[in-house]
């Protein structure tokens, strides 16, 4: 099972994973607000922000800890205890998917005993998310084997499989007049079948392991230690990524979620695929520390790579955004939407430069420092949009704030990653690291093209000098 797989090719699955389904869910986007509703689609659009972040924050943070300690073990070559950490994760899960199977019927209990406190049966849509929720649990637990084996291109083929599925058969059923309650059933079917699926796959493949119920492992303290701190790390995470979608909810109304929501998915998938391009650093540095690898030149190699690539995707997005979502969404529904796009844009512009140091610190075992520093500055994003709101109260000003809190706290992340970990240039990796990021806002913000070619020329040139011609930096490592 453990065949050696190229940074290229984890790349384009990682990125095909990411990409292919949030691209044909966008394309769908404008036939699911026309047969919903603006109303309903932004209630599906809440529900799935419900099932993200009980998926995120229920499962302990082990994906990453799964994914980190199977690959530790392969560079030890230690496979009896790989199947033990294998066994302890599949422990805590199979509990975590009792207590939501559970969670799950009493909504529905509650949907049989007072239907009337939520119009449109939304306890009995809650219900069934909820048992969506508990099935995701074993496919963490499979994905993440997938990727500590490096095999991204399986996880990536698995859950294309299962999303665009479900995604086909939303489509069918809300053109035939269902509602959200069948959408999500859907979900749930397709779901349980591709899990199936790839316990077979694996386990069929784990020659001698065998599945401890009662044995005690030890192992299970390691990979719980691991996961309690890039659980805090996804906590901190949700409450500063989702919580602005809420906040316009509730102020609002849920028709203005409709919107807000769009682009801020569309901002979301991005951010998610600039990772999954890169995602493979985290099992990779694990495993050359294990055996005892040289890993700084790689920290400076994928990260020139993770936040080159990554604005230049920005900018082309942007550059052909108006007439691409005018084709798309019509020009009424583009108007609604653009301001919170660009602004979006800026965010992830910025967000970017956060991925390689989270990856790197979090696979070398510098747990409580990197979540430390989550902590800080985005501490600082909640912060940043209830200020914003508190005095402009628009949904613009939720991101406007976010934007104000990452210009100022990406340099001091950096100075303190610089000081604990890389030991290079203050003034370099503090604050001309962001050069780029700045001069990319720019050309967002520009209203002639005079100005969007000179901000452009700034951050190629000023990316150049601070990233690729960095004495650490070495091409060849990306294409190993």
């Not at 990125?15 to 986007?29: G, S, V």
């Not at 998938?269 to 391009?277: D, I, K, T």
């Amino acid at each position: 099972m453990s065949r050696p797989s190229t940074n290229v090719r984890n790349s384009g699955w990682n990125l095909a994973n990411i990409l292919i389904y949030p691209t044909a869910f966008l394309a769908m986007t404008p036939f699911f607000i026309d047969q919903l509703g603006e109303y309903v689609f932004g209630q599906w659009m809440l529900i799935n922000s419900y099932v993200f972040i009980a998926v995120h924050l229920v499962g302990f943070g082990l994906p990453f800890s799964i994914t980190a300690h199977v690959a530790e073990a392969l560079g030890k070559d230690d496979t009896p205890k790989m199947y033990a950490y294998i066994n302890a994760a599949s422990r805590l899960l199979g509990r975590m998917m009792g207590l939501l199977s559970l969670l799950g019927g009493l909504l529905y209990g509650l949907a049989l005993w007072d239907p009337g406190v939520f119009s449109d049966g939304l306890w009995t849509i809650l219900s069934v998310a909820t048992f969506f929720i508990a099935i995701k649990f074993p496919e963490v637990l499979f994905q993440s084997i997938f990727k500590g084996f490096e095999q991204y291109h399986k996880a990536a083929i698995f859950n294309m499989l299962n999303r665009l599925l479900a995604l086909s058969l939303h489509f069918i059923l809300i053109y035939l007049g269902y509602g959200l309650l069948a959408v999500f059933m859907a979900s749930f079917v397709v779901n349980t079948l591709v899990v199936g699926i790839q316990a077979w796959v694996i386990f069929s493949r784990m020659k001698g392991f065998r599945l401890q119920i009662w044995k005690p492992l030890q192992e299970r303290k390691a990979l719980y230690h691991f996961g309690f701190w890039t659980w805090l790390q996804t906590i901190i995470a949700v409450a500063s990524y989702q919580m602005d979608r809420f906040l316009v909810a509730f102020y609002l109304g849920t028709a203005a979620v409709t919107y807000f929501v769009l682009a801020a998915t569309i901002a979301n998938h991005l951010h998610m695929a600039f990772e999954a391009v890169v995602s493979w650093f985290l099992p990779k540095v694990a495993r050359l520390k294990a055996s005892l690898g040289e890993t700084r030149s790689h920290f400076y190699s994928i990260r020139a790579f993770s936040v080159g690539f990554s604005l230049l995707v920005i900018l082309f997005i942007y550059l052909i955004s108006e007439p691409l979502f005018i084709l798309w969404l019509g020009p009424d529904k583009y108007a609604k939407m653009i301001d919170f796009f660009k602004l979006f844009l800026i965010f992830e512009a910025f967000l970017v430069l956060a991925i390689v140091p989270k990856l790197y610190l979090n696979a070398i075992k510098s747990l409580s420092f990197i979540t430390s520093l989550e902590f800080m500055y985005k501490t600082a994003i909640i912060v940043g949009m209830v200020l914003c709101f508190s005095w402009y109260g628009s949904a613009q000003s939720l991101i406007w704030g976010q934007n104000a809190a990452m210009i100022v706290f990406m340099p001091v992340m950096y100075y303190l990653v610089n000081k604990r970990a890389l030991h290079s240039g203050i003034i370099k990796e503090t604050f001309l690291n962001i050069v780029p990021s700045l001069a990319v806002m720019g050309a967002i913000l520009s209203t002639s093209w005079m100005w969007i070619g000179a901000y452009l020329l700034l951050a190629i040139i000023s990316f150049i000098f601070i990233y690729i011609r960095n004495k650490d930096f070495n091409l060849k490592l990306l294409f190993e």
